[in-house]
């Protein structure tokens, strides 16, 4: 008998339909570094998913505008007569040195999720869209072109007799462990880098709390064919 072990993860992602798209050599890094190791990735508003061939990377953005774009969107109130904003815009417009923040207040933070142990070379999307993608970018001129989204991607033999596969449903990502029959299902270790702490609630359920705030792992999902089998985290540190 095969057994499934489904664990949620409790991101709510502001997307009508979530996919993930395939990186096909446009991914690059802040130092200009292409990164072949992403295979497929997801963004939302405030956070980019990179699924690598060593786990899954969250990376959170915080940006908040700048004064003069805070002033200029009515977020906050002008301290400035109108004459004298005039006479800001004016020095701006002629690039001379103002008395206005321009510049965006940016902070990035990440989390990384490894499957210890495990073998992510072998990794593929499932259930393309209908669409395809096209990127443009100096580092690639004549762009790349025909890049397919899926709504679900597959780590095969992530250990011996155990595939992983991530998907959304209703906005919230989450994913399964496909054990076959006589795999050993103690070889799955994640471990968390880059958290403050992991904690279990009574319930079972596993909190992630870290530097951009806290999201929650529901407690795993057992089932062998249709019954659905007892199971629960087991803490060690970082690594459950």
């Known amino acids: 008998m095969s057994l499934l072990f489904a664990t949620i993860f409790c991101l709510f ?3 009508g339909h979530c996919y993930f798209v395939e990186n096909r050599g446009q991914i690059y890094d802040y130092d200009g570094v292409q990164r072949n190791d992403v295979r497929f990735y997801h963004v939302t508003n405030n956070m980019t998913i990179f699924f690598t061939n060593k786990g899954v990377v969250y990376y959170f953005q915080d940006i908040r505008p700048s004064q003069m774009d805070s002033i200029e969107s009515g977020m906050i109130q002008n301290p400035y007569t109108h004459e004298e904003w005039e006479k800001i815009m004016f020095d701006y417009s002629n ?7 321009v510049q965006q207040d940016f902070k990035g933070y990440r989390v990384d999720l490894e499957i210890v142990g ?3 070379q072998n990794c593929s999307g499932l259930s393309s869209s209908t669409g395809v993608l ?10 790349i072109l025909g890049v397919q989204d899926f709504e679900q991607i597959k780590y095969k033999e992530v250990y011996e007799g155990i ?12 994913y399964d462990f496909e054990v076959a029959p006589f795999a050993d299902y103690k070889q799955i270790k994640l471990l968390y880098n880059g958290i403050d702490e992991l ?10 709390r870290t530097f951009a705030g806290e999201f ?21 540190g970082d690594t459950i």
């Open 13 to 15: 992602l502001s997307c």
């Open 95 to 101: 690039g001379k040195r103002i008395p206005v923040n």
């Open 118 to 120: 495990g073998n992510l």
């Open 134 to 143: 096209d990127f443009y970018h100096p580092n690639y001129i004549d762009g």
């Open 163 to 174: 595939d992983l596969i991530f998907y959304f449903k209703d906005g919230i990502l989450k």
């Open 199 to 208: 904690v279990l609630d009574e319930e079972g359920n596993l909190f992630v």
């Open 216 to 236: 929650l792992e529901n407690r795993p999902v057992s089932f062998s064919e249709d019954r659905e089998i007892n199971s629960s985290f087991l803490l060690s």
